[in-house]
């Protein structure tokens, strides 16, 4: 986990140097780059706090911190979106869904430490192990609520609605945070409790369903988006439902095996789309200036086309990380997604067929994507001279298409070179843990699913590419129900009616009703008659200033002396650090021949 979360993570930093240069200069506030890159930084502080703990106390803070850094960076350009708020809405939007993920978590925490007196993975774990079945209807709460905490941090249902907003925040935070590493916390924090879910086999059966039905629910909805990030957002919660499938089958080694597979392929893609987004603005920047075009959405696929020819290594690098989502052999998407439908059919076929379905929808609007963007005629101005971006940008591309090809070598199947290499370094660190042997047959059925889909997606938008202006087939092909998934089934509708409404209501009747002014009043003339205000005023003079104030501000000045003092020791002299590493080594060879 930590050489996914700085790895990727390295990357995207990389690419984000130049991405967020132009982005802010597009934006017309320079300013806010150095702030960018302070969430950026602080976010992959908390992610590596989260995954390095050794307790889930730990785990919480890091866990706290990276929903922190999401509300953060999805509002980042805060002012823009609908009506001036939108971006800074979904960010709110984020915050609060993962709020109610995050209490369910919280009273598992509580129940852990009622049961066994402990937060210590390793105790914790013990304790359950040594306990065995006399502790399942605890342990079924304990996972029932830790369930809820994944449903809210890695967007499974019914608290996947987050995700798709999130797509506010600049490409480089919907790459690390939205694809690599937040959103596989939930993931993590099930496999890594692997001990107490194996004591509740309902709890399992359950988190083996919310995966699937997520699985295939976002695919769905992925077909029928325009959006080129919406569709890998919608993708993303899509392969998170493959991952909690694995981990409820109790293939744990599958999940992560997806999970590390997944960080390589979805950063590419998310970080191709932003190249893609980065070279139509740039025409569109150039077009506007000459008089040439109005404006227009540059994330919108049915204003692309044709740029293949235009970016041709952003091409390049898309359809290897698109074809590795596909499950296209020899790819990592397909290895790791073979090995969770290889589980699936040796545990539960209802859950493989489910799987199927959605893998078979994935590769139809992963096709559909990369015809929409790349081929066919430029369906604007802007698709038609859209430049290739620097090496800034296309750098990091290459290295995770590297990634992408190479690797599946990571977990072979049974059989071939290199097999189960990640699954067996695993079992280390998971008690429950299995080698998945290879399932030939489910593979080659899946393979031909998948050339099927990526032919029906060829036959729709390929055979007669999509002109400027023109309606989608697939539109006219389903009728309502494409307006139905292009619509999100309307869950965003139902509960801004179920809760969001008459939330909004209530508060008002409160404001509006209630009369404050005369309880304030009340409680201080007649109850505290004055006497509250003076304490204040003493409180203020004799406490709050001298102590409150003066250590906040000893603090800051202390901060200041070390970070000085500090500083004299970088000298920028090879000859003095070559000096300290002497004496350095000088005082340890002293110490160990003296003791």
Not at 420 to 431: A, D, F, K, P, Y
Not at 558 to 580: D, E, K
Request: charged share 15%; glycine share 10%.
């Amino acid at each position: 986990m930590m050489l996914v979360v700085t790895g990727v993570g390295s990357l995207i930093h990389i690419y984000a140097a130049s991405y967020m240069h132009d982005d802010v200069r597009f934006n017309g506030d320079t300013g806010r780059y150095t702030r960018f890159f302070v969430f950026f930084n602080l976010f992959i502080a908390s992610m590596l706090i989260l995954v390095m703990g050794d307790s889930y106390l730990t785990l919480f803070v890091g866990w706290e911190g990276v929903g922190l850094c999401s509300y953060l960076l999805i509002g980042f350009w805060y002012e823009k979106g609908r009506d001036g708020i939108g971006n800074a809405w979904a960010g709110k939007k984020a915050f609060v869904t993962n709020r109610i993920g995050d209490a369910g978590f919280l009273i598992g925490l509580f129940l852990i430490f009622w049961t066994f007196g402990t937060l210590n993975f390793h105790e914790v774990f013990h304790q359950a192990e040594e306990a065995g079945p006399q502790l399942a209807a605890i342990a079924t709460a304990i996972t029932i609520c830790l369930l809820i905490g994944a449903t809210g941090k890695s967007a499974q249902i019914p608290l996947y609605v987050w995700l798709p907003d999130a797509m506010a925040g600049p490409t480089p935070v919907s790459a690390l945070i939205h694809a690599a590493t937040m959103v596989t916390a939930g993931i993590y924090m099930i496999v890594r409790s692997n001990a107490l879910f194996s004591l509740a086999p309902l709890t399992s059966d359950v988190v083996t369903w919310v995966g699937a039905g997520t699985a295939l629910f976002a695919a769905t909805i992925a077909v029928a988006q325009f959006d080129i990030k919406k569709v890998l957002a919608y993708s993303t919660i899509s392969q998170l439902g493959f991952m909690v499938t694995a981990a409820g089958l109790g293939a744990y080694g599958a999940a992560i095996f997806h999970l590390v597979t997944h960080a390589f392929f979805k950063a590419l893609l998310f970080l191709g789309a932003g190249s893609v987004i980065l070279g139509i603005e740039h025409a569109h920047h150039h077009a506007s200036d000459h008089g040439h075009e109005k404006a227009f959405d540059p994330q919108d696929m049915r204003n692309m086309g044709g740029l293949s020819r235009r970016m041709p290594i952003t091409h390049l690098v898309f359809v290897i990380g698109a074809l590795g989502l596909a499950g296209v052999p020899p790819l990592a998407g397909f290895v790791s997604k073979d090995e969770i439908l290889a589980d699936a059919a040796r545990i539960s076929p209802a859950i493989e067929v489910v799987l199927l379905m959605a893998a078979v929808l994935t590769a139809f609007y992963t096709g559909r994507q990369l015809i929409m963007v790349f081929y066919g005629k430029a369906r604007s101005e802007a698709a038609a001279h859209a430049p290739e971006n620097r090496i800034g940008i296309t750098g990091p591309l290459l290295v995770l298409a590297g990634l992408t090809l190479t690797g599946g070598l990571l977990n072979l199947p049974g059989g071939l070179p290199f097999e189960q290499r990640l699954t067996e370094w695993l079992t280390h660190s998971i008690e429950h843990l299995h080698a998945a042997e290879a399932e030939w047959v489910v593979a080659l059925l899946a393979t031909t699913l998948t050339l099927i889909s990526l032919g029906a997606a060829w036959l729709l938008y390929g055979r007669r590419p999509l002109a400027e202006g023109a309606e989608d087939p697939l539109k006219r092909l389903l009728g309502p129900v494409f307006r139905l998934l292009e619509n999100k089934w309307w869950i965003d509708e139902l509960y801004d009616r179920l809760f969001l409404q008459p939330y909004i209501h209530f508060s008002r009747f409160l404001a509006q009703r209630v009369d404050w002014d005369w309880w304030h009043d009340w409680f201080h003339d007649r109850l505290l008659a004055g006497s509250y205000n003076r304490f204040s005023d003493w409180l203020a003079v004799s406490f709050d200033l001298p102590v409150i104030d003066g250590a906040a501000n000893g603090l800051g000045r202390a901060t200041q002396a070390w970070a000085v003092g500090l500083r004299r020791l970088q000298s920028g002299y090879v000859r003095t650090y070559a000096l300290a590493v002497l004496l350095g080594a000088v005082l340890m060879l002293t110490y160990i021949l003296l003791r």
